[in-house]
């Protein structure tokens, strides 16, 4: 399980969702309760809508293919969506092997144990 940078420094960034970090960990571990909330407002004539979801889906098909967004490779793609994608997976990849029922806690790294514990405590 490698290090991926600074848990604290990585909610602190412009663009990255704690809302959308802690929805890919209750996903990996099969709570589906927001399922049916939807990211869209309606305001009289004015509709908004979360940009996270876009975000998601580069990291899914990313997860599922290992296609980047833009084409190219990875010195291609803008370095926000770079490093939200990173966090994401580092996310999914933290709660995909703690769902594993052999889990050893002392291969994950300090970053990950920060996400476990400050989505578990409510700090979120």
């Known amino acids: 399980m490698g ?12 663009n990255c969702k704690k809302k959308l970090i802690e929805s890919i ?3 990996v571990e099969g709570d589906s309760s927001d399922s049916k909330k939807s990211s869209w407002t309606f305001e009289g004539d004015n509709v908004r809508t979360i940009p ?16 980047w967004p833009e084409s190219g490779g990875w010195a291609n793609q803008p370095l926000d969506v770079l490093v939200q994608i990173g966090a994401m997976q580092t996310v999914y990849d ?12 002392s291969k994950f790294s300090g970053t990950q144990l920060e996400i476990i514990r400050s989505l578990e405590s409510g700090q979120h």
């Open 3 to 14: 290090e991926s940078g600074d848990f604290q420094q990585l909610f602190r960034l412009r």
């Open 25 to 27: 960990a209750r996903w």
């Open 52 to 67: 996270a979801s876009a975000i998601f889906q580069m990291w899914n098909h990313y997860r599922k293919t290992g296609e």
């Open 94 to 105: 933290t709660y995909t092997y703690k769902k594993q029922k052999d889990a050893d806690w």
